[in-house]
Each structure stands twice: as structure tokens, then as C-alpha cells.
């Protein structure tokens, strides 16, 4: 009795949790936000088949156990790209189950949901019996030991039956945490949190006993398999010859574990339906992998350990219970049979909920709707219908489940159901897989390919088991039926030698993906299939969420009375966002049909969804052409939208540099009015003063000689001066229409620089200016204009004159040779030119802004001359430039002239 | 997951796992000396715990960024 209180404390302790997880979560403090609790609600996977028969199963065939929990690995190794496709999926499209899941891939067919809930119904109740069966089983073996638990089931009635109790507690555990939204997004986090809270028990039981067989019955692990290596019996209990089938089998039971994993009901909704974050899937990817490892390190000691104990610790399935039991021990058998019964009731509540759904969403509604018995006066009616229909498929399910464990319970190993349950499990594999990868397979191959499957699934895995349960001639056999012995249900056309398991999975996988693949390619696609298709296979395309798919025409409040017939008031509120019913006699906009569709699929499953929605929306209720060449157009898109950036990016650039290039235009046009302005000056000073003198001059004819002299030398030189500056005016603008005309010919530099020299000399020793020149070259010839070259020099000689020191004014003239050019270097020694001013002082107009002495602030020359210079220069095809002075630290002008090609001597 | 250096890796060490698992490996490793066990089962272990090992390195250090 004291073991009967334990257990049913300890499902009370669930209930505790679950009401937390579901207040907690009320409250938007959600318990289950953590990828941790999440990869150990994953750990459903672990069932009381794990708990014991793992060890069973490790004594009877070696290590082919763990490819049950390698195909896993696998699979959640896939997580971040496969699994989370699947979120992705069932979040937009509102997926309450696989059979959700496969029916709206396949164009939200309800006939397609139907059979996937009833392929699931059908073959996951043994399972569920497995776990029933596992708690009495080992409640007998707590209770009688050390007498064998061979007690028959169908002889006790069912009251004594502990699992009949366990099964009803359970009942009324998913009944309230199962069922108490209509909504399946709304998840169930209390029962996740339970969930997550019995994968840790399991966990904590299974490896207590581990630590205590392996450290307490024997002296670590090196004792234990120095004893088992001494035991011949045991010698090849280990190898892989232990393993059914071989390697075929062993590759077999890994694709099966693989795909079951992705297809059995309850990892299904474990994994995606109550997913609560698709980043979740990274930590669980590998953390579940862990978990695995850890369950299941000390399956082979355990097994090792009670097969070398012998008789004292029974059938294999019970080695975790009888090898504690064995030495003695109470309370940590106690804590084993909690660790089972958490294992076991985990996968029942779960795997209830998931086939619930399945049955009320995709079995019973589609009929209510069809049939249209289904009148429902007041608003909401539906919500409690729904949950009605679902607490009667859980008692159900329940029941079946018992019965069958009831009835046939006693002729299957615990193994044996469960990979028969998985194999069923496979079977919606291709429909699931491929489906959301090919965008071409339709609704009639996945129907045709899953009705093969399980057919081919019935024959050689379900039937055999009732021949030998003894409810049919086991004489088929190994004869084949009638005698045909190509249809053996363990050597199909004479496949012999394989594992059972092995030969049906690939025999009814051949069969599904063949019809899968073989019918869709010769069949057509509904337009609502095409779309469906679409949606599933491009799911990770950024672009699809926005996308709206109804092009019907319905009103508000026609949606508004459907969503309130159907799902209540407060599901309504939700999805129109203001809840005033002012304008219902307005259209309603296609997204917020969309929301109604979705909110209705969330809560009947995508199929019925269809139908209602489309009992009120008149007219095409997809803008199929639309989605499809939004989709079709992806990588189209896509490289669009990568050469637009492309071309905004240059059109970006190229804007930059007109608006730099505007500057330089208003700067020069500044420039330019500032010039005419001065030249304007300029002029009038030398024609003011003419214009005076020579009004004097005409005015007064008494003036001395010698002042008239004056006044005509003053009108001479202010003349000269004038035509100074017009000629310099007109030179750049010869340069600048290109009209200048050149004399090119064959000159020596040296000749010419010192004939400049010679002329500037004066002048510059008049002001002062100590000219110094450096010519260390005896010739330097280059072709150029002679008048115009000696035009430049002495510009650039008088230039930086003007520029030098005001206490020791000096200027440095050095010509030399650089390579095959020439250059003529002028020097100063006053401030030199900043940087950024270099290449502005040959701006037409440009003067040079003195930050020192106000002096020097009026600008000294017209600005012409240096850009007059530069162009004369590179019309010669020389250059010039502004460098940092190496000997007078000013400025330094420097001249580079190409050397004239190699001359003959008589034209010298 | 956004970046395909991430997803390329993950193929790999998926592909990595698939081939610590099967067949031509496994029979190597079942292939034991005269006497004694098998050492399989201790193979499937420390690859198990290895292909683990790695996919936390992948998806953590990548989460970590």
C-alpha cells in the first residue's frame, strides 16, 4: 500500500507542477522559456520502454539498443536546419499536430488528416499499452519480489489492476492540463513543465541504479567487465553479432529511430507544436544528445551485472528493479519505480494529447462540419464542443490502450511493441519529409504512398504479432497466406535474413516513397495544394510572412459572427483588433482574413479551417498567381534587390561627387567674381592716374618742362602696365580655348635659364633679394618654346621673390637632372604653402591668404601668372608643381621639363 | 544560423556523425581481440560523446557571438 501512496503522491506532485507552469505562465512569466527545459521536454522520447526495456534489450541483442537514441542524434544534430523549418511552418500555418501538419502541406486535405490520425491512433495504442503494461509489471516485481512477477493479467479483474487507476489519474491529468485552451498555439506549458520535471526523475532513478550496480555490487567498472570477459556465456553478448540482422539491421534500426523520432505524435508535439522559440533548437540540438548519453551509459553495466547475478534478478526488463531489490535495499528500488512511472506516464500524457488532437481536429470535426448536424445557436458554442469531443477521445485513447494492454498485453515483449509503434511512426516520413522539400509532390501520391505503407506496415509487423499473441493462425507464417510464398509476412518476395524490423521498414518505405514520388509526377496539383506546397518547401523565405493569400470578398461582420460562433468572444477581440462593431458592413481586408483562417486553424485543425472560412468568403479565395511568382521569383528578387543596392550605392557616390564638384564651381565662381572685382581695380588705378595726368598735361600748358616729363613717364609706365595685364588676361584665355600658339624647338635649358637669370637679376637686387644660382649642368636640352619658357622662368623667379622672408629675403634657382628629365627648382625662404593650398595656387584668380602680417595681406600680384605658367608648361608636355623647399624651407617651384630626344650634333 | 559558414559546418559534422555510426567503422570496431568483449559498444560511446562534444562547440560558440 505504502508503494500505491508513493506513486500516486507522485503524480499529485505533477498535478503541483503543471498548475505552477500554467499560473506562471498566466502571468507572462512562462516557465518553460528556457532551451534547458525544453531539451528535456524533448526527453519524452525516453519512455518506460527505455527505462527497462533498454536493458533488456542491450542483454538479448548487444548494443543495437543504441541506435534507438543514435537515430535521434542525428536527427536533432539536423534540428537547426530540418526541425526548425518545421517550427517555422507550424507557426505561420497555426499546425496543431502531424496530421495538421501533413493535411496542409497536401492542400489542407481533411481525408489526408484523417488517415494520418487514424494510422496514428492505430498504431501508437500498443504503445501506450507498452506503457501501462511497463507500470504493473513493475509494481508486481516491487511487490513480490523475490517470487517472479508471472502473474497473467486476464485473470485479475480490473480493479486490482494498478494500471487501470494509473490510467484514469492520467486521464483526468491531461483533461485539465491538456485541454484547458482550445488553442493549440497556446501550448500547454504546465504540462511541459511536468514534462521537463520527469525527464529529470528518469534520469536521477536510472542512474542511481547505475552508480549502485557498478560501484556498490561490483568494485567499479574494471571488476564488472573483468568478470563479465571471464563469463564464456557472455563473451559475444557485446559484438555485433549479437545484433538481429547484422549490419543491414544495424543500419535499419538507425534510419528507423531517425525518422521516428520526427514522426511519432508526441516528439512532434514536443518539438514543434510546444516549441515555444525556434532558437531554442540550438542549445537542445546537442543538449538532448547529452541527455541520451547520460540515460544510457549504464545500460550495459546494469545488463552485464544481472545477467552474470543469474537467476536472483529474473527477466531482463526488470534488471534496474530486481538488482537493487536483489541486494536487499528499500528505498532505492522505490526511487526505480518512480523513475519508471515517470518515464511511462510522461509519454502517455504526452502522446494522449497529441492523438486527442489528432482525433478531434481531423476525425471528428471534418464529420460534424460535413454533416451539418452540427447547429450551433449561441456564440462560443464550438469552443465547448471541441473540448468535449477532445476529453472523450483522451478517456478513449485511454481506455484502447488499457484494453489492448488488458487483453493482449501478456504476448509482447517490451521491446517488440515498441519498434513495431515506430516503424508505424516512419510511415508519415516521406509525406512529412519530402514534402517540405519538394514543392512537386501532391496529395494523391502522399494518400496512395501512406495507405501502402501502413498496409505494408499491417502485413508484416501488426498481423505476425497477432498470430503470435495467438489470435490467428500463426500458419501464414511460414507458409505465406494460401500458400503463396512470396507474400511471407517476414520474406516479403523472398527477402530472407533480415531483422523483422529492417524488412518491413523497407519494404513499406519503398512502397510510400514510390507512390509518393511515382504518382505526383504523373498527377496534378490542386490550385490550393500548389499554394500549400509553396508555403511549406520556401517556409524559410523572409519575404513570406507578409504575404496576404486571400483575394475573397466577405464583409466584418460576416467574419466577426463566423469567429464568434465558433471560437468565442475573447478569440474574437484577438483577432479584430478593435473591437467596435461600427464597420462591420466594410469589406474586410484580406490579411485580416488571413488572422480569422489562422486563429481557426489554431483551434480545429487547417482542413476545417478551410471549410468555414470558405462557407462565408465568396469569390477566388487565393491569389494563387500571386504567391506563386513571389516565390518563383525569389532568387529574381533577390538579385534585384542586390544590384539596386549596387546601383544606389554608385548613385550615392556619384551624388557625392557633384555636390563636392558644386562646391569647387561656387568656390571658383567666388573666385572669379573676387577677380574681376580686382582686375577691375586693377585697371582703373593706371587708367585713373592717366586719365588725371592727362587731363593735367591738357589743361595746364603753362607746366614746367620737367614736371610735364614727369607726368608723361607717369603716363607711359601706367600705360605699360595696363597692357601688362591685358596681355596676361589674354593669355589664359588662349590657354584656356587651346588657341595659344607655340613655337616648339630644340633649346638648351641652361642657356635659357641663365639668360632669364639675367634679366630678372636687376630687379630682384633692387628689392633686395639675394638670388643665388645653382647650375651645375653644362647643357640641358629640351624642345620648347624659348619666349614662352623664359616667360615661365622669370615669373617663377619674380613669384618667389615676392614670397620671401621680409628680413633676409632669398631665393635659390637650382636646374638638374631627374632621370630623362629636367628640372628647374626655384626656392624661397617665407612661409612656405600649406598642404591642402598646393595645387590651389595654380587656380586661375587664386591669391594666396596670408594668416601672418596684415602687410603682406594685399595680394601682390594679378594670380595669373602661375596658372598662365602651368598651362604654357604642360602645353610643353613638362610639369609643374609645388614642393617643400629642401634648402630655404619655404615654398619651392619646381619645373620638370622631358629631355629632348638624342639631337644631331650639326644642329646645335 | 544565419551564416552559411555555421550551416556548412553542421553538414559536416552531421555527415562526420553518420559515418562514426555505420557500418564500415562499426564493423572495424567490433573486430576484437582473441579474447574478451567487444570494444564496440565503448567505440559508440566515445564517438557519441565526441560528435556531442563538437555540435555544443558549434552551436554555443556561435550563439555566444
Given at each position: 500500500m505504502a508503494v500505491l501512496g508513493i506513486a500516486f503522491g507522485y503524480l499529485g506532485l505533477l498535478f503541483v507542477i503543471a498548475a505552477w507552469g500554467d499560473r506562471r505562465a498566466e502571468q507572462g512569466r512562462?516557465?518553460?522559456?528556457?532551451p534547458t527545459v525544453y531539451a528535456l521536454s524533448i526527453a519524452v522520447y525516453c519512455t518506460a520502454w527505455t527505462f527497462y526495456g533498454s536493458v533488456g534489450r542491450a542483454a538479448s541483442s548487444g548494443p543495437s539498443f543504441l541506435l534507438i537514441y543514435l537515430g535521434p542524434t542525428l536527427a536533432m544534430l539536423m534540428a537547426p536546419l530540418l526541425i526548425r523549418k518545421m517550427v517555422r511552418i507550424a507557426s505561420a500555418q497555426r499546425i496543431t499536430s502531424i496530421a495538421d501538419f501533413i493535411s496542409a502541406r497536401y492542400g489542407k486535405s481533411s481525408s489526408l488528416g484523417a488517415l494520418v490520425a487514424l494510422i496514428a491512433l492505430i498504431g501508437i495504442t500498443p504503445y501506450i499499452a507498452l506503457q501501462l503494461k511497463a507500470i504493473t509489471l513493475s509494481h508486481a516485481v516491487l511487490v513480490n519480489y523475490p517470487q517472479a512477477a508471472d502473474m497473467r493479467l486476464v485473470d485479475e479483474s480490473f480493479w486490482h489492476d494498478k494500471s487501470f487507476w494509473v490510467a484514469l489519474v492520467l486521464a483526468v491529468f491531461i483533461i485539465l492540463f491538456g485541454t484547458r485552451h482550445l488553442d493549440a498555439s497556446e501550448r500547454h506549458e504546465g504540462m511541459v513543465a511536468a514534462i521537463a520535471f520527469e525527464s529529470l526523475v528518469k534520469l536521477v532513478a536510472f542512474m542511481a541504479v547505475g552508480v549502485f550496480t557498478v560501484f556498490v555490487l561490483f568494485n567499479g567498472p574494471g571488476d564488472l567487465f573483468a568478470r563479465v570477459a571471464a563469463t564464456p556465456e557472455l563473451a559475444g553478448a557485446l559484438s555485433l553479432e549479437a545484433v538481429p540482422g547484422g549490419a543491414v539491421g544495424w543500419m535499419g534500426t538507425l534510419v528507423l529511430a531517425f525518422l521516428a523520432f520526427l514522426t511519432l505524435p508526441r516528439q512532434f508535439q514536443v518539438l514543434v507544436v510546444e516549441n515555444v522559440d525556434e532558437r531554442h533548437l540550438k542549445r537542445a540540438s546537442w543538449l538532448f544528445p547529452l541527455y541520451l548519453l547520460a540515460i544510457n551509459i549504464f545500460v550495459i553495466p546494469i545488463a552485464m551485472a544481472g545477467m552474470l547475478l543469474g537467476d536472483i534478478s529474473g527477466n531482463p526488463d526488470s534488471f534496474v528493479l530486481t538488482l537493487p531489490l536483489s541486494a536487499g535495499l528499500d528505498g532505492l528500488p522505490l526511487l526505480v519505480f518512480i523513475g519508471g512511472l515517470s518515464a511511462a506516464t510522461s509519454m502517455v500524457i504526452v502522446e494522449t494529447i497529441a492523438l486527442s488532437t489528432m482525433v478531434s481536429n481531423q476525425l471528428v470535426m471534418p464529420l460534424l462540419l460535413r454533416s451539418r448536424r452540427l447547429q450551433l445557436g449561441s456564440r462560443g458554442e464550438l469552443a465547448g464542443w471541441l473540448l468535449g469531443i477532445r476529453r472523450v477521445a483522451i478517456l478513449l485513447i485511454l481506455l484502447l490502450g488499457y484494453l489492448y494492454h488488458a487483453l493482449i498485453g501478456d504476448s509482447y515483449s517490451l521491446v517488440t511493441i515498441g519498434l513495431v509503434s515506430f516503424t508505424a511512426a516512419a510511415q508519415f516520413a516521406p509525406a512529412l519529409l519530402i514534402g517540405m522539400y519538394w514543392r512537386g509532390a501532391n496529395r494523391k501520391g502522399a494518400s496512395l504512398g501512406l495507405i501502402a505503407g501502413f498496409l505494408i506496415w499491417a502485413w508484416t509487423l501488426l498481423l505476425p504479432g497477432f498470430a503470435q499473441s495467438g489470435w490467428l493462425d500463426p500458419g501464414f507464417l511460414d507458409q505465406g497466406p494460401w500458400g503463396i510464398a512470396w507474400l511471407r509476412p517476414y520474406a516479403m518476395l523472398g527477402l530472407e535474413g533480415w531483422d523483422i524490423y529492417t524488412h518491413s521498414l523497407l519494404w513499406s518505405l519503398v512502397a510510400n516513397v514510390g507512390l509518393l514520388v511515382g504518382i505526383s509526377l504523373f498527377s496534378r496539383q490542386s490550385p490550393l495544394e500548389q499554394t500549400q506546397a509553396a508555403l511549406f518547401t520556401e517556409a524559410m523565405h523572409p519575404g513570406l510572412m507578409e504575404t496576404s493569400l486571400w483575394q475573397g470578398q466577405t464583409t466584418r461582420g460576416e467574419l466577426r459572427l463566423l469567429l464568434d460562433r465558433y471560437l468565442g468572444a475573447n478569440a474574437t477581440a484577438r483577432v479584430f483588433s478593435r473591437p467596435d462593431a461600427s464597420e462591420d458592413d466594410l469589406p474586410a481586408p484580406p490579411a485580416l482574413i488571413s488572422r480569422a483562417e489562422q486563429a481557426l486553424a489554431g483551434a480545429l485543425g487547417s482542413a476545417s479551417a478551410r471549410v468555414l472560412i470558405n462557407s462565408v468568403v465568396r469569390g477566388e479565395a487565393l491569389d494563387l498567381d500571386a504567391i506563386l511568382s513571389i516565390l518563383d521569383t525569389t532568387s529574381e528578387t533577390l538579385e534585384v534587390n542586390r544590384r539596386l543596392e549596387q546601383k544606389s550605392n554608385e548613385l550615392a557616390r556619384a551624388s557625392e561627387e557633384l555636390r563636392s564638384a558644386n562646391e569647387r564651381l561656387r568656390e571658383l565662381d567666388r573666385l572669379k567674381d573676387e577677380f574681376v572685382a580686382m582686375v577691375s581695380h586693377e585697371l582703373r588705378t593706371p587708367l585713373t592716374s592717366i586719365r588725371a595726368f592727362a587731363e593735367i598735361l591738357h589743361d595746364s600748358q603753362d607746366l614746367p618742362e620737367e614736371k610735364r616729363r614727369h607726368f608723361l613717364d607717369v603716363v607711359v609706365h601706367e600705360s605699360q602696365r595696363l597692357s601688362r595685364l591685358i596681355e596676361e588676361i589674354l593669355d589664359l584665355a588662349r590657354l584656356e580655348s587651346g588657341r595659344l600658339t607655340l613655337n616648339p624647338q630644340r633649346l638648351d635649358l641652361v642657356i635659357l635659364a641663365r639668360h632669364s637669370l639675367d634679366a630678372v637679376h636687376r630687379l630682384q637686387e633692387n628689392r633686395g633679394v639675394d638670388l643665388e644660382v645653382d647650375i651645375s649642368l653644362d647643357t640641358a636640352w629640351v624642345v620648347g618654346d624659348p619666349d614662352r619658357l623664359e616667360q615661365v622662368i622669370i615669373n617663377l623667379v619674380d613669384n618667389a621673390g615676392k614670397f620671401t622672408d621680409d628680413d633676409d629675403p632669398r631665393v635659390l634657382v637650382r636646374l638638374e637632372r631627374h632621370k630623362d628629365h629636367f628640372r628647374l627648382a626655384v626656392e624661397d625662404n617665407g612661409p612656405g604653402i600649406a598642404e591642402g593650398e598646393r595645387e590651389r595656387v595654380f587656380e586661375k584668380f587664386h591669391q594666396i591668404k596670408h594668416s601672418g602680417s596684415q602687410a603682406r595681406g594685399r595680394p601682390k600680384g594679378s594670380g595669373l601668372g602661375l596658372p598662365i605658367s602651368r598651362g604654357i608648361v604642360a602645353h610643353l608636355g613638362g610639369r609643374l608643381w609645388v614642393e617643400d623647399a629642401p634648402h630655404l624651407g619655404g615654398a619651392c617651384l619646381v619645373m620638370e621639363m622631358p629631355e629632348a630626344p638624342a639631337a644631331e650634333p650639326e644642329e646645335t | 544560423m544565419t551564416s552559411p559558414r555555421i550551416k556548412e559546418r553542421l553538414i559536416a559534422l552531421i555527415l562526420l556523425a553518420l559515418v562514426l555510426f555505420s557500418p564500415p567503422l562499426i564493423l572495424m570496431m567490433d573486430?576484437?581481440?582473441?579474447?574478451?568483449?567487444?570494444r564496440l559498444p565503448l567505440y559508440l560511446f566515445l564517438a557519441w560523446a565526441l560528435v556531442i562534444a563538437l555540435a555544443a562547440w558549434l552551436m554555443e560558440r556561435q550563439s555566444g557571438k
Open positions: 512562462s516557465l518553460i522559456g528556457s | 573486430r576484437n581481440p582473441e579474447a574478451g568483449l567487444s
